[in-house]
C-alpha cells in the first residue's frame, strides 16, 4: 500500500473535516493527488464524504489498529504466551504470512493482524470478505508437543475462546456452531480456519486464524454467501474498539492454547454445550456428494458431532462437512 495513502487516511480517521489545502500540505502533494488518493479508498469501501468549503471526512471514525495498545491491554498471563506481535496494512491472508515465516522458525505464539486482505480464506475454500479497517483479521501461530491427529478438537477449544472473549466485551446472545462458526440469531459474526504443520508422529504447529465482523460495510457485506451480521449492529454502537477486542480475542486464544496442550477438550466441553447454537435442533450435514440429517445432540468427549438420525446416533469428524439448519 502506498505510504501517502496510509497516512491520508490517518488523518481522516478521527471523523473530523480535514481540507484538501491542509491534507495537501502535510502530505507534501498536490490537491489533485489527494482527490485521486481519496477516490482511492473510496474505491475499496471507505465512505469519504467531500464537502464543498469544508473538505473531506469519513462518514464512520476509523480504530486503526495499533500494536502497542493491543499488547498493553493483554491479560498477564496471555502475554507472558504470546510473542512477537505485527500489524500490517495489508496482506494477502495473515494465515498465509504466518506460515511463511512459521518455516524460517518463528516463535511460538507469534501474531499477525491485518486491516485488510487480499486473499483471506475461510473453510471449504471460501474467501474471506476483509474489506480496509472495518473488522479484525488475524492469525497467531502455536506449537504442540503434539502430532496434528491429536489437535481435532482445537478448532471448538478455539470457538469458545471467541465465545468467552464476547463475553468480556460485553456481548450477549451468541453461539457457536460446529465445528467453527460464531452466530448471532443464526446469523454469522464470526469465524476460525486453522492449519496444521508438522510431523505425523511428531511436534506441530498450527496458524489459528479468526475472523469477525466488527463494522462490515453493505457494500462488501452484498457479496456475502450466507446471512451476516456484526458487532457495530448487536451492540448498536457507532464505534467498537477493535484494538480492546483483539487485546481479549488474543489473550483467551493463548488461554485456551495452553489449556488444550495441557489437557485437551476436557476443559472446554461446559463451555460448548452452554454456547451451542444448534443443539436439539434439526440439522442437515452436507459434503460432496452425501447429505444426512437429524436431530444434533452436542459433541463427544472428542470433538465429533453426533446426531441422532433415521438409522440411529452418529459421530461425525470434523473435515471437509458443511453444517447447515434443515
Not at 447454537?277 to 452436507?286: N, S
Request: charged fraction near 20%; include cysteine; charge should be neutral.
Amino acid at each position: 500500500m502506498p505510504a501517502r495513502a496510509a497516512q491520508l487516511l490517518e488523518r481522516l480517521a478521527d471523523g473530523g473535516f480535514r481540507s484538501g489545502e491542509v491534507l495537501a500540505a502535510e502530505l507534501g502533494i498536490s490537491r489533485a493527488a489527494v482527490w485521486k488518493l481519496v477516490r482511492g479508498w473510496q474505491a475499496r469501501g471507505l465512505d469519504i464524504q467531500a464537502v464543498r468549503g469544508r473538505g473531506y471526512r469519513l462518514a464512520r471514525p476509523l480504530e486503526l489498529l495499533d500494536a502497542g495498545l493491543i499488547q498493553a491491554r493483554l491479560d498477564e498471563t496471555a502475554a507472558a504466551r504470546l510473542g512477537p506481535l505485527e500489524v500490517l496494512a495489508e496482506t494477502d491472508s495473515t494465515n498465509t504470512r504466518l506460515a511463511q515465516l512459521a518455516r524460517s522458525g518463528l516463535p511460538a505464539g507469534a501474531v499477525c493482524l491485518a486491516e485488510s486482505q487480499r486473499a483471506g480464506r475461510g473453510r471449504l475454500g471460501r474467501q474471506w470478505i476483509s474489506p480496509y479497517a472495518a473488522n479484525l483479521y488475524l492469525s497467531v501461530l502455536w506449537r504442540f508437543a503434539l502430532p496434528p491427529a491429536a489437535l481435532a478438537g482445537l478448532s471448538l477449544a478455539i470457538g469458545v475462546a471467541l465465545a468467552r472473549s464476547l463475553e468480556r466485551f460485553g456481548v450477549g446472545g451468541h453461539g457457536l456452531k460446529w465445528p467453527n462458526d460464531l452466530l448471532w440469531d443464526a446469523r454469522k459474526l464470526g469465524g476460525v480456519l486453522l492449519e496444521f504443520g508438522g510431523e505425523s508422529e511428531g511436534c506441530s504447529h498450527v496458524i489459528i486464524g479468526v475472523g469477525v465482523n466488527v463494522a462490515m460495510p453493505e457494500s462488501a457485506g452484498g457479496t456475502i454467501d450466507q446471512p451476516w451480521i456484526d458487532l457495530a449492529t448487536v451492540l448498536g454502537r457507532t464505534h467498537v474498539s477493535r484494538n480492546r477486542l483483539a487485546a481479549l480475542l488474543l489473550s483467551e486464544i493463548a488461554i485456551a492454547c495452553a489449556a488444550f496442550g495441557e489437557s485437551g477438550l476436557d476443559s472446554f466441553q461446559s463451555d460448548w454445550q452452554r454456547w451451542d447454537a444448534v443443539a436439539g435442533r434439526p440439522v442437515r450435514l452436507l459434503w460432496p456428494g452425501h447429505v444426512v440429517e437429524g436431530i444434533a445432540r452436542g459433541i463427544a468427549a472428542d470433538g465429533e458431532l453426533q446426531l441422532d438420525t433415521a438409522s440411529g446416533r452418529r459421530s461425525f469428524a470434523i473435515g471437509e462437512l458443511s453444517l447447515r439448519p434443515a
